[in-house]
T-cell receptor
Framework: GAVVSQHPSRVICKSGTSVKIECRSLDFQATTMFWYRQFPKQSLMLMATSNEGSKATYEQGVEKDKFLINHASLTLSTLTVTSAHPEDSSFYIC??????????????FGAGSRLTVL | GQNIDQPTEMTATEGAIVQINCTYQTSGFNGLFWYQQHAGEAPTFLSYNVLDGLEEKGRFSSFLSRSKGYSYLLLKELQMKDSASYLCAVRDSNYQLIWGAGTKLIIKP
C-alpha cells in the first residue's frame, strides 16, 4: 500500500529559529500533498495544500510567510516553520492521496512531527 | 457552514460492542471516511462509505444514511488496542475533507 514518510518525528527548538519538516511519498507520486496541524485533544486542521511545481494554497488564517511550503518534486514536500514561537508548538501531519481503496481516493498520512518550541 | 458532530468521548468494556455516531451538514457529499488515531500518531484509514448501507470489514463496520446525514462506526469484540480516537470525515462537493473533532474511545478490562 501507499506509504508516506515524515521526518523528523520530534523536534525541539529555541524560539526564533526555523524548523523544516519533510514529507515523502515512498512508493507513489503525489501531485498534491496536504499539511495538517493538530492541537491536543482537537481534530485535524488543514493548513495548506501543496501542489507540485506551483505555489501552495493556504487555508484562511494560516500565514504563508510563516509556514513555508515547497513541493519541488512528485515525492517530496517540505514545511518550514520560520521564526518559531511557543504557540507554534503542535503536531504537524502531512498526507497524500495514495490511490484508491474500496473505490475511494484515500488519504495516507505521515507519522507526524511533534514540534516543541522553547 | 459545514459541520461534523461526534461524541467527544466514549467508554466501553473489553469484548463488548460499541457504536460511534457521526452526523454531518456539508455543502455536497462525496463520501464519508472513518480514521483511527492512536495518541501521538497519525490517523490510519478504517473505512469509506459513499452509498447508503453497511460496510463490514472484520471487527469494524461502518453505516451511512445520506438522507439523514448520519454515519456510525461499529466496533465488535473490543480489544484494549482499540483504545484510540476515531475521526469522522466527509468529502464535500469541492472534494475537500471536512473533519470531525474525533471521539476518544476508552476500553476498560
Amino acid at each position: 500500500g501507499a506509504v508516506v514518510s515524515q521526518h523528523p518525528s520530534r523536534v525541539i527548538c529555541k524560539s526564533g529559529t526555523s524548523v523544516k519538516i519533510e514529507c515523502r511519498s515512498l512508493d507513489f507520486q503525489a501531485t498534491t500533498m496536504f499539511w495538517y496541524r493538530q492541537f491536543p485533544k482537537q481534530s485535524l486542521m488543514l493548513m495548506a495544500t501543496s501542489n507540485e511545481g506551483s505555489k501552495a494554497t493556504y487555508e484562511q488564517g494560516v500565514e504563508k510567510d510563516k509556514f513555508l511550503i515547497n513541493h519541488a518534486s512528485l515525492t517530496l514536500s517540505t514545511l518550514t516553520v520560520t521564526s518559531a514561537h511557543p504557540e507554534d508548538s503542535s503536531f504537524y501531519i502531512c498526507s497524500a492521496s495514495g490511490g484508491e481503496i474500496s473505490g475511494a481516493n484515500v488519504l495516507t498520512f505521515g507519522a507526524g512531527s511533534r514540534l516543541t518550541v522553547l | 457552514g459545514q459541520n461534523i458532530d461526534q461524541p467527544t468521548e466514549m467508554t466501553a468494556t473489553e469484548g463488548a460492542i460499541v457504536q460511534i455516531n457521526c452526523t454531518y451538514q456539508t455543502s455536497g457529499f462525496n463520501g464519508l471516511f472513518w480514521y483511527q488515531q492512536h495518541a501521538g500518531e497519525a490517523p490510519t484509514f478504517l473505512s469509506y462509505n459513499v452509498l447508503d448501507g453497511l460496510e463490514e470489514k472484520g471487527r469494524f463496520s461502518s453505516f451511512l444514511s445520506r438522507s439523514k446525514g448520519y454515519s456510525y462506526l461499529l466496533l465488535k469484540e473490543l480489544q484494549m488496542k482499540d483504545s484510540a480516537s476515531y475521526l469522522c470525515a466527509v468529502r464535500d462537493s469541492n472534494y475537500q475533507l471536512i473533519w470531525g473533532a474525533g471521539t476518544k474511545l476508552i476500553i476498560k478490562p
